[in-house]
DNA sequence: ACCTGAACACCGTTCAAGT
DNA sequence: ACCTGAACACCGTTCAAGT
């Protein structure tokens, strides 16, 4: 009643959980999960590392809690594409691949998801989700659980990849590589008839194509099963 | 000539590349890799931290050292199961998981392997042999470069893991999933259904068989696309 | 040629002290 | 209730100094 006087507009909102975990996933999206440090975290919300414990256990909650919020995001898209159910690998497919776009969003969430053991609610709702998923489509609750191993993290959208074309090799490395032509004649094959543009040394997967690639062939192998009772 | 007394006996070789490496490998198979520092690792040769610099260039470069030792390794236990030729899914089954035998006596290297890019000679003949597996059994190119990206980190014989048995829940973890039960239904039945021992939280799923699984799931589908050309 | 001690620029986290 | 400064116990790495 008294003083109307925008409570609403204040200058800045009072840190809480969900700001400073907004702040870290803003950093890692922006510099890169390993430059996410309390300090720095600390500074993007304009306060000392040290006042970060009043609202997050540690470091280790802080990246549950990155999880936690980017997963939501994934469970909201893949809720809002439930089509016809008559074709489960088509809907199973359209939901990873939905998850994967989210995740191309936050290029770090792939590494932190696979260090630590996903139990926050988020990730269970999703993987709920999915073993309802493949019951209703007929699988047995074995082949269920088997499924869910050969997916790995592709049911979650990614894969970790043992080559990365985002970080180039140095010199060291393409020299050494142009030396080894002839000891690794294969290799050297595959690539000279696979790449398509001129780069010649790296950058030449298209990631997207190889994920559908696995994905389909996982997604077609595990329905064969099904249907071989 | 002169003074011919046990020259060979030195109560302590000299520090070396190869010595600082093995120390690094002893270290990380007894204490995991995140206990692998430079100043622990000049305690166990017996020297300050810097002067391991002395032989290798920086902890990147012992990292990449420790790899190139382990996928040697890999290549002598994979080059001794040369069978028959006949047979192309189930040689490379063979190796594959002859390969995954050598990782489960170093848990740390498939963490190291999928940290960083894989250019070192070892790898390189690994992957250029298994090139040459595909070709000899008739795959294109193509297929073999999609192959190779399917089977992705299950081509060395090892899968990262989502879940991980070896680390137990907390307590709080434990009282959370407890509470969900209600949740997640589909997870709770798995779980109940799937367990075999009494152990009802973690540590039911044989890693051994499931990547069995997957890797069969794969090795039929890559078969059956090589078939249809 | 190899090793050392001190130092630098970072970490995550604890704690007593402020308001 | 929230924030701070100093401190602790660690990192990887540089550098001048020793032998």
Redesign the interface.
């Known amino acids: 009643m008294a003083a109307e006087r925008a409570p609403r507009t204040k200058a800045r909102s009072p840190l809480n959980r969900e700001r400073v975990l907004r702040a870290a996933i803003r950093l890692a999206d922006k510099s890169g999960i390993e430059s996410l440090s309390m300090r720095k975290l600390g500074g993007e919300v304009g306060v000392e590392a040290m006042s970060l414990y009043n609202h997050v256990a540690g470091k280790e909650d802080i990246l549950d809690g990155m999880i936690e919020l980017i997963v939501g995001e994934i469970n909201e898209a893949v809720g809002a594409t439930d089509g016809p159910p008559d074709d489960w690998k088509a809907g199973m497919r359209q939901d990873i691949l939905a998850a994967r776009r989210v995740l191309l969003r936050h290029r770090w969430a792939p590494d932190v998801?696979?260090s630590r053991?996903?139990?926050s609610?988020a990730v269970?709702?999703y993987?709920?989700?999915l073993?309802?998923r493949f019951?209703a489509a007929g699988f047995s609750?074995?082949l269920?659980?088997?499924a869910l191993?050969?997916l790995?993290?592709r049911a979650?959208g990614f894969?970790?990849?043992?080559?990365?074309d985002s970080?180039q090799?140095d010199a060291d490395?393409v020299a050494?590589?142009q030396q080894?032509s002839t000891?690794?004649?294969?290799?050297v094959?595959?690539v000279a008839?696979?790449s398509h543009d001129t780069d010649t040394t790296l950058g030449w997967?298209d990631d997207q194509f190889?994920f559908e690639?696995?994905l389909d062939?996982?997604l077609?192998?595990?329905d064969r099963?099904r249907a071989a009772r």
Chains 1, 2 share one sequence.
């Open positions: 998801l696979e053991n996903n139990f609610p269970m709702k993987f709920d989700s073993i309802e019951r609750m074995d269920t659980h088997h191993h050969a790995g993290s979650l894969t970790q990849e043992l080559y990365d970080e090799p490395t050494m590589l080894m000891r690794f004649p294969n290799i094959a595959m008839e696979v997967c190889e690639f696995a062939l996982l077609d192998g595990l099963l």
